[in-house]
């Protein structure tokens, strides 16, 4: 455990195998029976990030609330990063970064990062644990806690380290090593840590990105309430409050869930190993709470109950516990013949019991957190806070256990005295045939098959070293055994050869099958450009037949202001006409009016002539006409004056 796993140079990077995969999980198996109480968990994602599961060489979208541990893959896309917590520590990844969890426990986290860049930041003093970040160069292993800095280039071959704050120790191949201290960087090429000049291009934005993800990290409202190795404690800042119980000290309380919500009812059951059934919760913030701590009820909401704090909190897969009993007749009767699978949260004070073998240490360690003195009496009695609570207890068919995430649609609603004296079990009482992992989606980005093949190739090198030593092993052991074990060890080498040759036959065909994978989601990828440019050229087409549309509309209305600005005129030049002749009508009538003045002037003077004895004015027709503008005053002043005034 002390030695820089890197020494080992030409171990494979992907113990995915299934060979492989056995043989390590054989050897952990026989040195330690519990599993390991520390897990990673992607705490944020921005683009498209993917995911590879211990065992699998496939990948499938990333899902945050699915446990991290020994052997999972992860891989960021371009223009993608993600965050991933390791108990207190964190690892920013940058752009097109693969990273493999090569081992994590409760003592060790090392990290393989094949390409990319990437951050890590370790808060807490390492107190014998070891944390290391191996590339295709070195191996990093971190001495103190500080702020690092780790770009490998997989097709240069070199890495570059750089201490913002702490202490590295570099290791190579054969021996070598070097220190650096904060505020130090070191480009290297090849195994044996020969120094290189320069350093990659740095990102500004990745740079900046990380330390707002530290001034958020460390502005933690939760981080007053629990340790910082609760795995997810900074989800539950944005989607619950914190409060004072008299009964419970600090509990947390989630934000807009239904009014009949309970925990552990919203999700899905996978089997992930080494713990086999865990629970995968579907909300943003639910990881903490399902794995830590325990469930309750204060007042009509339901209230998590982180515990006393503890330095170190053991991981659990699900702190639940199933009605029903776990024998060949235990399964929960949900009518019509039909069985159904039926689990509860466990209260604070209640002890968690798992569902795989455990040493009393593991178990001790695991519920250490939930120690209340108001339980215990309780858990005496012999039943449980929450398996008698009005709708606590979930219940699913049993056919739909196991298969994937689950809607309300598909659970079942039994009266809740049916659970009040039901045998309780940490497994359920089902079969466990068809049991899935829960992986999800297939990926929508795959990391660079350049990198996949070079893993591939590595892993046959491994191999082949691996049949060397087992081959010098036979051929000591031949020499010291007589001849019948001789005979007996040539049959097994040649069933292992055998072995080996089916197991060569199946990594071919899985290669094949990672090939066509690959091939159609390039086809998939071709037929969506097409679609694309199909669907641009249509949007252009639509587009130019508005423009179209709008110019003739735009034409119409020009048309229409035209006739408009016609007709005002016209009716301008009607009115002007109109008030023309108005006018002439009144110079009508106006000199009509005179000419009758007039006439009626000289009527008043010849009827005054009359009165005074002159001639008798003429008559109409005697009287001489005056032509328009004829001047008649001298003959009207004449006939007004007297005789004597003549």
Request: aromatic share 8%.
């Amino acid at each position: 455990m002390n030695r820089p796993a890197f020494l080992d140079l030409h171990r494979p990077w992907h113990r995915w195998l299934l060979g492989l995969a056995l043989l390590c999980l054989g050897a952990a198996a026989s040195a330690q029976q519990d599993p390991p109480g520390r897990v990673a968990r992607l705490n944020l994602q921005q683009g498209t990030v993917s995911f590879a599961p211990a065992g699998e060489d496939s990948w499938y979208d990333a899902q945050p609330n699915r446990p991290l541990t020994t052997g999972d893959r992860l891989w960021t896309d371009r223009n993608a990063r993600a965050e991933v917590h390791i108990g207190s520590a964190a690892l920013r990844m940058d752009g097109q970064t693969h990273i493999e969890f090569s081992e994590l426990d409760d003592d060790t986290m090392r990290l393989t990062a094949n390409q990319g860049n990437l951050q890590l930041r370790v808060r807490d003093e390492l107190a014998g644990q070891r944390v290391e970040v191996d590339t295709g160069n070195l191996a990093v292993v971190i001495d103190a806690p500080g702020e690092y800095r780790v770009a490998a280039d997989p097709a240069a071959g070199t890495t570059w380290i750089a201490v913002a704050s702490g202490h590295v120790t570099l290791h190579g191949e054969n021996g070598e090593s070097q220190a650096l201290g904060a505020r130090q960087q070191l480009t290297v090429s090849g195994r044996n840590l020969a120094a290189v000049g320069g350093a990659p291009a740095q990102s500004g934005s990745f740079d900046a990105w990380v330390a707002e993800r530290n001034r958020i990290e460390d502005q933690s409202i939760s981080a007053r309430y629990v340790s910082r190795e609760v795995v997810g404690y900074q989800q539950l800042d944005a989607y619950g409050d914190w409060q004072s119980d008299p009964n419970y000290g600090d509990v947390w309380f989630p934000r807009s869930v239904d009014a009949d919500w309970a925990p552990y009812r919203d999700g899905q059951w996978v089997n992930i190993a080494p713990w086999g059934l865990t629970w995968v919760d579907a909300a943003p913030w639910g990881f903490a709470p399902f794995h830590y701590g325990r469930w309750a009820r204060v007042g009509p909401r339901w209230a998590w109950v982180p515990g006393r704090p503890a330095a170190r909190p053991v991981y659990s897969p699900a702190l639940v516990g199933f009605v029903g009993g776990s024998g060949a007749n235990a399964a929960l009767q949900i009518g019509n013949g039909r069985s159904g699978v039926g689990w509860f949260p466990l209260a604070p004070g209640e002890a968690w019991r798992p569902g795989y073998d455990a040493s009393q240490r593991y178990l001790d360690q695991v519920n250490r957190m939930a120690a209340y003195r108001n339980r215990q009496a309780e858990l005496r009695n012999g039943f449980y806070a929450n398996q008698q609570m009005a709708g606590a207890v979930t219940v699913l068919p049993a056919d739909r256990f196991g298969r994937g995430p689950f809607g309300r649609r598909d659970l079942v609603r039994l009266p809740d005295d049916r659970f009040a004296r039901v045998p309780v079990a940490p497994a359920p009482g089902v079969p466990m045939q068809g049991f899935g992992g829960g992986f999800g989606r297939p990926a929508a980005a795959l990391p660079p098959t350049q990198l996949m093949a070079r893993e591939q190739q590595e892993l046959r090198y491994e191999q082949a070293r691996r049949t060397r030593q087992m081959q010098q092993a036979q051929a000591l052991q031949q020499q010291q055994q007589p001849m019948e074990w001789q005979r007996q060890q040539g049959l097994r080498q040649q069933q292992e050869w055998q072995q080996r040759g089916a197991h060569d036959q199946w990594q071919q065909q899985r290669q094949q099958q990672q090939q066509l994978q690959v091939q159609q989601q390039q086809q998939q990828a071709l037929r969506q450009q097409q679609e694309a440019q199909q669907r641009a050229a249509q949007a252009q087409a639509l587009q130019q037949q508005q423009q179209m549309q709008q110019m003739q509309q735009q034409q119409r209305a020009a048309q229409q202001q035209a006739l408009a600005q016609q007709q005002m005129l016209r009716q301008q030049q009607e009115m002007q006409q109109r008030a023309v002749q108005a006018q002439q009508q009144a110079q009508a009538q106006q000199q009509a009016q005179q000419n009758a003045m007039r006439q009626a002037q000289e009527a008043q003077v010849r009827a005054l002539q009359q009165q005074r004895g002159f001639a008798p004015a003429p008559s109409p027709q005697q009287q001489p006409q005056l032509q328009p503008g004829q001047r008649g005053g001298d003959d009207r002043r004449r006939l007004m004056t007297s005789p004597d005034q003549r």
